[in-house]
RNA sequence: GCCGAAGUGGCGGAAUGGCAGACGCAGGGGACUUAAAAUCCCCCGGCUCCGGCUGUACGGGUUCGAGUCCCGUCUUCGGCACCA
């Protein structure tokens, strides 16, 4: 047996990643003509705290697609960038008084040495930052282009309020009632603010969903997020007035059954109807004390109806003739359908129940067995519509057709499809965002800044602090602000707000094609090379923020000729998060926590009532965060890559454990090892032939399928199998090598060169099977009788069902069997042979 | 409430309708060692009269055969939530 060094993860890893980076050995070529494969995750944001143990479990996932698909010959686009403005660099440049450009730029430069620690093949030549002017020039540009087609306006609305954050949020950032980055209320506030236009493109964005590669929960929790509704718009005459009110309804077969209105506390008819309205005060105060309530409150007390009826205005059901009562309530929401809905409480639980508490006539109008005096009946798939004039006898479906048609024809409805999506809040009331390049003239109103003025640079400032007045701290820049008018020269002033942090992130990718382009935000063949992205991968929890978002300004950019795709990412799939056991915590003397451990030194370990450990998210407040650089300085890059896919099935959320990622160290020493037993060969030996060749296949197969776990524990097979076996030869080694790079980038490279296989294996190409080879010449197959295991029996594998008579007269069979009766004789080629006896 | 995903050893998890528990962790035993670590070998769901029996949340069903398919129930997690 040959002597060989000993495995030192640290000095390898470097001289590796030196080697990947003075050759530029993946960086993306513009050789437009080789096949091209486009593999993204989700820029970071580069935070103080650094990268953690969650960070590179989506990274090195696609790392692998990547090299995996570099070795396979694809011109591989595999880029990394920095999501750079935000709130929390903001609150650490107000705490410290430090710019927080400069907190940015250390910050990525922290990431990157992390990144470039775990040897991810990232073409760093395209790093793009959102906080580089020369990146935001083209945020703004493509800001100016959706002002130009009126798809951002600015507008007076009632919006979001972060208490916490003091700025408006996007409804897409208001989880349950607060902010879903901060924690702090949430309530409604009347403010003029930027928006986009993304409803305009809720139904586009729907049916592209049907042509693109998502997993599906991405789909369902998108299609549901924006939330089409089919249904009809109804007048409802105003009693004595001439004028008529909207409203929205699923349910026009119910017309008949519409015995009382309901209108949201901020229906503009309330002020239009002012004078005619004779307990106008009570509703004012009902509008104030529902305005108060931040939405975690409104829904807290969900089901419990509050409401106060118009005094003074009446309006006409359309069917019956008949006067019917209008109420307003905050069941009912201005920023849907028409901010007014007639109530069928027979057959809507939220009228119904509106109308028990208030003694409103319930009329029933589609008859189901049930009594809806005493309970909601909602039920649209059975039913038969009663009380309803020409509708009666019909069902459900039958009526809302019926109705539809007679409304259209008598004047007074038409058919009508809502979305529940909203218009997108596009502005945030802070410092370190993107100006939106915008003038407010007094003569000329909002005026586009000239296209050759961007970027718009962000002024320098002493204050970051926000202002209570729901002002961004740039109103207070009065040499900023203070412009001259782009289209008339009169004096005027700059929009203070700035853009969200979702904006650069909406395009990175298209920039990635081309990052350094000054006349363009990428040149046309660039993008019409690289895009569509062929694989993204990202957090379930931008499925309606970063991932919607960005396919509407793609589709936007699509729809004014930037962008060759209507759909940016082909596929997209989601990765679990990295948890962590929750341990007995202390404090030390800065205040640090940090497990309390036992006597023998171990962590103790929390358990819940059923004495199982208790999982939670990673926390610095909880002590239990495993940083990266301890567990590479511990294990090394190539086993922590190895671990963070071995853990678990990859789109699971999983626990790390800390011997869990040793045993990954101990199976790349198990390899180093194996070249102690290196023969002359350098084909396959005989007896191995079948299982390298069925490992090359499910390792290629699962790492395109994201089974990682499963890839690595074949491999862990092969590798037990010339463990035992005790030689291994060259083609073995080299196969093995090839196969396990992608995961183990440094040691398979340090092996491959050790032993003399050639050129670095980046350069070398993916193993191909032969499925002829994975055949072995004999199997061992299971005997059953009436499916019960009787025993096992080695036969040639290729017995066919002929030849797999002869069994009959094996003695296991022959015991197994008995004196019984042969009813049925199953055999499963190379599985098992299943006899049935009576 | 609605939508979605999932329930398999002590743990993370494997199983195109075909030998449940691959692979790894933890644990136990042995070899090597003055010793320890490392390494190597063996054992490792439960019960057992050592023949077997039983077992994939629970109850039914389909099938020669069910962790896998169908019906029902329970539980957990995630998303949405007064969207008319």
Same mark, same amino acid.
């Given at each position: 047996m040959r002597e060989i060094p000993m495995y030192d993860p640290a000095k390898i890893e470097k001289k590796w990643q030196k080697v990947w980076a003075d050759n530029k050995a993946f960086a993306a070529t513009n050789?437009?003509?080789?096949?091209?494969?486009?593999?993204?995750?989700?820029?970071?944001?580069?935070?103080?705290?650094?990268?953690?143990?969650?960070?590179?479990?989506?990274?090195?996932?696609?790392?692998?697609?990547?090299?995996?698909?570099?070795?396979?010959?694809?011109?591989?686009?595999?880029?990394?960038?920095?999501?750079?403005?935000?709130?929390?660099?903001?609150?650490?440049?107000?705490?410290?008084?430090?710019?927080?450009?400069?907190?940015?730029?250390?910050?990525?430069?922290?990431?990157?040495?992390?990144?470039?620690?775990?040897?991810?093949?990232?073409?760093?030549?395209?790093e793009v930052?959102?906080?580089?002017?020369?990146?935001?020039?083209?945020?703004?540009?493509?800001?100016?282009?959706?002002?130009?087609?009126?798809?951002?306006?600015?507008?007076?609305?009632?919006?979001?309020?972060?208490?916490?954050?003091?700025?408006?949020?996007?409804?897409?950032?208001?989880?349950?009632?607060?902010?879903?980055?901060?924690?702090?209320?949430?309530?409604?506030?009347?403010?003029?603010?930027?928006?986009?236009?993304?409803?305009?493109?809720?139904?586009?964005?729907?049916?592209?969903?049907?042509?693109?590669?998502?997993?599906?929960?991405?789909?369902?929790?998108?299609?549901?997020?924006?939330?089409?509704?089919?249904? +009809?718009?109804?007048?409802?005459?105003? /009693?004595? &007035?001439?004028?008529?009110?909207?409203?929205?309804?699923?349910? =026009? %077969?119910? #017309?008949?059954g519409a015995t009382y209105m309901v209108l949201s506390p901020e229906h503009p008819y309330i002020e239009k109807y002012k004078d005619q309205i004779k307990n106008y005060?009570?509703?004012?105060?009902?509008?104030?004390? +529902?305005?108060?309530?931040?939405?975690? /409150?409104? &829904?807290?007390?969900?089901?419990?109806?509050?409401?106060?009826? =118009? %005094?003074? #205005?009446?309006?006409?059901?359309?069917?019956?003739?008949?006067?019917?009562?209008?109420?307003?309530s905050d069941y009912v929401l201005m920023t849907y359908g028409t901010g007014a809905i007639m109530a069928v409480p027979a057959h809507d639980e939220r009228d119904w129940d509106f109308a028990k508490k208030f003694g409103l006539p319930i009329i029933e109008v589609v008859a189901g067995g049930r009594n809806v005096q005493e309970e909601c009946y909602s039920d649209v798939a059975t039913g038969t519509l009663v009380n309803s004039g020409f509708l009666n006898g019909m069902s459900v479906a039958e009526a809302k057709k019926a109705a539809v048609e007679y409304a259209q024809e008598h004047g007074f409805g038409e058919r009508k499809i809502n979305y529940k999506l909203r218009d997108w809040v596009f502005a945030r009331q802070r410092y370190w965002g993107e100006p939106i390049p915008i003038v407010h003239c007094p003569k000329c109103g909002m005026v586009a800044l000239d296209e050759k003025d961007l970027p718009l640079l962000l002024p320098e400032v002493k204050n970051y602090e926000p202002t209570e007045t729901g002002e961004s701290p740039l109103s207070k820049i009065t040499d900023w602000v203070n412009c001259k008018c782009p289209q008339c020269g009169g004096d005027a002033k700059r929009e203070t707000d700035t853009m969200p942090q979702w904006a650069g992130s909406s395009w990175y990718f298209l920039r990635y094609c081309d990052p350094k382009n000054d006349m363009a935000l990428a040149a046309k063949e660039a993008l019409e090379y690289w895009m569509p992205v062929d694989w993204y991968n990202g957090g379930m929890e931008h499925t309606t923020l970063h991932l919607l978002y960005s396919r509407f300004w793609n589709q936007f950019l699509n729809d004014i000729g930037v962008s060759p795709v209507s759909e940016p990412y082909k596929k997209r799939t989601s990765h679990g998060m990295v948890l962590a056991y929750a341990y007995e915590t202390e404090r030390d003397a800065n205040g640090q926590v940090s497990p309390k451990k036992d006597e023998n030194g171990n962590p103790i370990l929390l358990l819940d009532?059923?004495?199982?450990?208790?999982?939670?998210?990673?926390?610095?407040?909880?002590?239990?965060?495993?940083?990266?650089?301890?567990?590479?300085?511990?294990?090394?890059?190539?086993?922590?890559?190895?671990?963070?896919?071995?853990?678990?099935?990859?789109?699971?959320?999983?626990?790390?454990?800390?011997?869990?990622?040793?045993?990954?160290?101990?199976?790349?020493?198990?390899?180093?090892?194996?070249?102690?037993?290196?023969?002359?060969?350098?084909?396959?030996?005989?007896?191995?032939?079948?299982?390298?060749?069925?490992?090359?296949?499910?390792?290629?197969?699962?790492?395109?399928?994201?089974?990682?776990?499963?890839?690595?524990?074949?491999?862990?097979?092969?590798?037990?199998?010339?463990?035992?076996?005790?030689?291994?030869?060259?083609?073995?080694?080299?196969?093995?090598?090839?196969?396990?790079?992608?995961?183990?980038?440094?040691?398979?490279?340090?092996?491959?060169?050790?032993?003399?296989?050639?050129?670095p294996i980046y350069t070398q190409s993916w193993p191909e099977y032969d499925e002829a080879a994975m055949v072995k010449d004999e199997v061992e197959i299971a005997i059953q009788i009436n499916g019960k295991i009787r025993g096992r029996v080695m036969v040639p594998a290729s017995l066919t069902r002929e030849q797999a008579d002869t069994l009959r007269e094996h003695p296991d069979v022959v015991k197994a069997v008995g004196d019984k009766q042969i009813v049925k004789f199953i055999f499963v080629p190379g599985r098992l042979l299943n006899i049935v006896v009576k």
């Open positions: 050789d437009y003509s080789k096949p091209k494969y486009y593999t993204l995750i989700e820029f970071p944001y580069p935070s103080g705290a650094g990268l953690h143990v969650g960070h590179p479990r989506p990274y090195t996932a696609l790392d692998i697609v990547a090299r995996k698909r570099r070795m396979q010959g694809y011109n591989v686009l595999h880029p990394i960038g920095w999501d750079a403005f935000g709130l929390p660099t903001e609150n650490y440049a107000i705490k410290n008084h430090v710019h927080p450009a400069e907190i940015t730029k250390k910050n990525i430069d922290h990431f990157r040495q992390q990144l470039q620690m775990l040897g991810f093949s990232f073409d760093y030549d395209r930052d959102t906080t580089d002017p020369k990146y935001y020039k083209w945020t703004q540009w493509i800001f100016l282009q959706m002002f130009k087609r009126g798809l951002a306006y600015k507008r007076e609305m009632p919006v979001n309020w972060c208490t916490g954050c003091k700025c408006v949020l996007a409804n897409e950032e208001v989880v349950e009632g607060v902010c879903e980055r901060c924690g702090s209320p949430v309530v409604h506030k009347q403010q003029s603010q930027w928006m986009l236009k993304i409803t305009a493109y809720a139904q586009k964005l729907l049916d592209g969903l049907d042509e693109v590669d998502f997993i599906d929960r991405v789909k369902t929790s998108q299609r549901n997020w924006i939330g089409r509704s089919e249904g +009809a718009e109804v007048d409802f005459a105003l /009693e004595g &007035t001439g004028d008529k009110l909207r409203v929205f309804t699923t349910r =026009i %077969d119910t #017309l008949f005060d009570a509703l004012m105060e009902y509008r104030a004390a +529902a305005a108060r309530k931040s939405d975690f /409150e409104r &829904t807290e007390i969900n089901k419990d109806k509050t409401g106060v009826e =118009i %005094d003074g #205005l009446r309006a006409i059901n359309p069917m019956t003739g008949t006067s019917i009562p209008i109420w307003i009532d059923n004495g199982k450990p208790i999982i939670e998210k990673m926390s610095k407040s909880r002590g239990n965060v495993v940083n990266p650089d301890d567990v590479v300085a511990e294990i090394g890059a190539d086993a922590f890559r190895m671990y963070e896919m071995f853990m678990g099935a990859f789109d699971q959320a999983i626990p790390w454990s800390t011997t869990g990622a040793a045993g990954c160290r101990k199976f790349i020493e198990r390899v180093w090892r194996l070249q102690a037993n290196l023969t002359e060969d350098e084909g396959l030996s005989n007896d191995m032939k079948a299982s390298v060749h069925a490992t090359i296949k499910k390792v290629s197969e699962d790492y395109d399928t994201l089974k990682f776990n499963t890839a690595i524990a074949q491999m862990m097979t092969l590798v037990n199998e010339l463990v035992k076996k005790g030689s291994v030869t060259r083609g073995e080694y080299k196969t093995l090598l090839l196969l396990l790079n992608p995961v183990a980038p440094h040691v398979t490279e340090e092996l491959w060169e050790m032993n003399g296989f050639g050129a």
